[in-house]
């Protein structure tokens, strides 16, 4: 079968064809497989969405950062790592985890750190 021989649609877009009819066909297939695979799974009513839950990883995190004084001091950070925590649950995020597990593990080194360094003076003025 040639390419002459097709009707115009998706098959003949593949073998070439850039007619209208067959540009057209090709969008709304992408259009279609684009919302098979990327359309929200149904949930529960009332539940939180899948990657809103409070798994293994957010748990941890919460612990971590319960009572330290930088956690109270910057309330931004927290909720970026109680966020990235709760990513790296979502079992469908997983192409993101390596990039989310340094990005955490950095917002929590700057929250466990002394939440006020004393500058150059304090400490020459304690020494006194």
Known sequence: MTIADRPHGRSRYNAGCRCGAC???NRE???QLRAKFLMPVPRAEGSPPADFVDGPV???VRAQLTGLPAAEDRPGLVAIAIRLAQLMDNQSAVPQFS???KVLSDI??????QSRRPGRLTAVRDMT
């Open 23 to 25: 540009r057209t066909a």
């Open 29 to 31: 297939h992408s259009r």
């Open 58 to 60: 957010t748990l941890a």
């Open 99 to 101: 990039a989310a597990a």
């Open 108 to 113: 929590l080194g700057v929250l466990s750190r």
